[in-house]
Structure formats: C-alpha cells, structure tokens
C-alpha cells in the first residue's frame, strides 16, 4: 500500500514568510509525528498526534510553530514568521497506534530553505 | 534525559569487509531500540526493533543486536547497495506514546 506521503518536497522561502507543511499518513494509522532534520544530525522529535489531538508537542521550538489534524489523518505543519534557522528537512511518520511495539514510518520529508 | 550516541560518525568500508556500528544509550526504562537506513534525500527506512537485552534480529546481511547499554548494527560481507546512512533511535519509559530520541548516525561507505 501506500507510505507516507509528504508535500511539497522542497519550499523555497524569505526570511518572515508563513509556510505549511502537508503529511498524509498510511492508511489506518492513528498517530502522526513530526521531526526535524539538520544536515549530519538525527532527527529530532517535534510533535505528535494520537487522532486528532496533539499528545505531546514538546519539541515545538518556540510559538512560531504549529501543527494540525483536524480529521485525525492529514496533518500539516505551520510556520510563521520564518527564519534562516528553520531551515532544515521536516518529516513526517506514522504508526499504526502509540507506545506499545509500534514502529514508525517516515516519509520522505519536505526540504525547507529560508532564504 | 535520554540519549543517543552512534560510532562511528562515518565508516568505510571493502565490498566484502565486515563489521559493526555501535549505538550506545541512556534512557529511562527502554521500550524500545530502533534502526533505520536513509538513503541521501530520503525519509529513513525502518529495519529492526529490539526490547530486551539478548534480543537478536536479522535481515539479508544486517544483524542487530541488544545490551544494557548499547546495540550493535553487524553488517556481514558488505555490499555498495548497503551503503547509506544508519541510525539508531530509542523509546524510553516517559515516552511511551512513541517519542523517539534518534543519534546522529553512522554514514556507511561500501567500495566495490
């Protein structure tokens, strides 16, 4: 079937700019990540979503950033404001539930770059 | 505060020469040691999960492995296909609803 999917897969942005992020999780899955990537570093846990309601957003950097499901599938993750420090590579996971022995699926990500 | 650290940062290696990537951890109750493959531009690739210390997986020319402290990636007689970036993630106790605390990596380098 089908992964997770994520778009655009680059963004190319100016410094204060507002962006979005779309993730489409697989089919099924209830809960929906979001990590950040820098270059030559894992990624780092941003937020995520057990349906529709953020269960942990403690590595949201600062009010700058938000994210959404409002279905509790399609998420998408907002930028205000943005600075040249955001730029990095966001990407989404899904699992088929939370905890327990549930892996993570990434998708490819989306490439951002505050210019 | 939980913690991943991953050896080494990068290594290269023969087609056909064997061997290990370590990935050394703390954490609060681990439920849970992860690897994944990433291919450059790519979202990572899950492989294994491993619970318990003793716990042994395979798959083609990886084996991983667990400790108390730290698992081992085992790549037996490499090939240049098996060459990408691999990273080790844990999920602790206090993050049981599926936070995962990744290390930096091993990019990996397999000459033909």
């Known amino acids: 079937g089908a992964g997770v999917s994520q778009t655009p897969s680059n963004k190319v942005t100016e410094k204060g700019k507002y962006v979005e992020l779309r993730c489409d999780p697989i089919s099924g899955h209830t809960a929906l990540y979001w990590y950040r990537q820098s270059l030559g570093q894992g990624p780092e846990f941003l937020i995520y979503?057990?349906?529709?309601?953020?269960?942990?957003d403690s590595g949201l950097p600062n009010d700058r950033f938000f994210a959404v499901r409002p279905e509790g599938s399609v998420s998408t993750l907002k930028i205000q404001r943005t600075e040249r420090g955001d730029s990095a590579v966001y990407l989404c996971?899904?699992?088929?539930?939370?905890?327990?022995?549930?892996?993570?699926?990434f998708g490819p990500g989306t490439r951002l770059t505050v210019l | 505060e939980d913690q991943v650290t991953q050896s080494p940062e990068a290594l290269r290696l023969q087609e056909g020469e064997s061997s290990s990537l370590n990935c050394s951890y703390t954490v609060s109750g681990l439920r849970g040691l992860f690897w994944y493959r990433q291919d450059p531009g790519k979202g990572p690739e899950f492989l294994f999960t491993l619970y318990s210390a003793g716990e042994e997986k395979e798959k083609e020319r990886l084996k991983a492995t667990l400790t108390k402290k730290e698992s081992f990636l085992h790549i037996t007689a490499p090939k240049p296909e098996d060459s990408a970036t691999y990273l080790c993630?844990?999920?602790?106790?206090?993050?049981?609803?599926?936070?995962?605390?990744f290390g930096q990596g091993t990019e990996l380098s397999v000459k033909p």
């Open positions: 993630a844990v999920r602790g106790v206090y993050n049981q609803g599926g936070k995962l605390i």
């Open positions: 979503f057990q349906g529709t309601g953020a269960a942990d």
């Open positions: 996971a899904s699992s088929l539930t939370t905890g327990g022995r549930n892996e993570q699926f």
